[in-house]
């Protein structure tokens, strides 16, 4: 027996750690952080066709080959929850680099256990696509609802954080591809990280003076990112590139996750405009933060249409 074919076409936005701490390692081998997620407008697209049906199979066309195959994996996960088979094809096309730090393969999954319940008109309560979030990895769980997000514990307990105003930015994708676990590896955290009030008192104040009606740029001195003083070590052409985006002008340039990407945030989208004339083409390229409003609306538009 099978339902009829729904089709959908929705987007998965990257993200930025708009600021990055590593506290310590624990128990289960994860590091304990303390994050603030941003969506931004550079995003990926996948076509969902789907079709109720006794059978499972599960199809993915797309324009990059994804490691590990996040996408299948959480469609079998919310498929299993929802106690449906289900006929699906993907297409997928990929705009976000893989291996960058900008949440590719995890917006993706995230995508899909948003879309299939949708889809197959089988809800799923929020506590349990959390959860199976967390399981297909750390940063999966905010991309069920983007905007700016305060990221604890392994960066998969989410707290709304005060908003930027909408902000414009050049994202800078070096093409150089950097191992997450490698990259934390490379920080030798302790299993303990001693006092935890002296290690993040800028990381309040971000909270506290930066967040809310400001611009990104003007957040300046509270954007840090641990992972830089490690993977720049090896790779000092991204210490090149941050230099330069703070030449050019940008209130706050920092690498993203454990990189490679770098973001630049600038006073204004002509300012970043302006900066873009000066970088190769296939190398950078302009965005603006996502809302969580936006990002809501975008996902309703969707299954509007
Ligand atoms: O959760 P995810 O699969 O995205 O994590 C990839 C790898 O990054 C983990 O296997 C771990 O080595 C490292 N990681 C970590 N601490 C975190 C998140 C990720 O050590 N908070």
Redesign the pocket.
């Known amino acids: 027996m099978s339902g009829p074919v729904r089709r959908i076409e929705v987007p998965a936005f990257a993200k930025l750690n708009l600021t990055l701490k590593v506290l310590h390692k624990r128990a289960d ?3 304990e ?1 303390r994050t603030v997620f941003q969506t931004i407008s550079l995003h990926d697209t996948i076509e969902v066709e789907f079709r109720e049906s006794n059978q499972r199979s599960i199809a993915l066309e797309s324009t990059v080959e994804i490691p590990g195959n996040i996408v299948l994996r959480a469609a079998e996960l919310i498929l299993d929850e929802m106690g449906s088979g289900a006929e699906i094809r993907f297409r997928l096309t990929k705009r976000i680099p893989m291996g960058g730090g900008l949440g590719g393969g995890s917006t993706n999954a995230a995508a899909v256990l948003l879309a299939l319940p949708k889809l197959a008109r089988r809800p799923v309560h929020p506590d349990r696509l959390l959860q199976i979030a967390a399981i297909l ?3 999966v769980p905010f991309f069920l609802s983007g905007g700016t997000a305060l990221g604890l514990s ?2 998969e307990e989410l707290y709304p954080f005060p908003e930027p105003a909408q902000s414009y930015g050049l994202l800078i994708t070096p093409g150089i591809h950097v191992s ?2 490698e990259a ?1 590896r490379a920080l030798q955290r302790e299993a303990s990280s001693g006092d935890l009030h002296r290690a993040i008192p800028g990381f309040q104040a971000m909270g506290w003076i930066a967040g809310g009606c400001m611009p990104a740029a003007n957040w300046g001195g509270f954007c840090q990112n641990d992972f830089e003083p490690v993977v720049i070590a090896r790779y000092p052409e991204l210490g090149e590139m941050r230099q330069k985006l703070m030449r050019q002008g940008a209130g706050v340039a920092r690498m993203s996750g454990s990189g490679s990407s770098l973001f630049g945030f600038f006073g204004s989208e002509a300012q970043a405009a302006a900066a873009l004339a000066e970088w190769p083409a296939d190398q950078a390229r302009l965005f603006h933060t996502v809302s969580r409003v936006e990002y809501e609306s975008a996902w309703s538009q969707a299954f509007a249409g």
Do not use: A, I, M
Request: glycine residues 16%; charged residues 15%; without cysteine.
């Open positions: 081998n994860y590091h952080l990895g750390s940063d392994r960066g997450t676990p934390y």
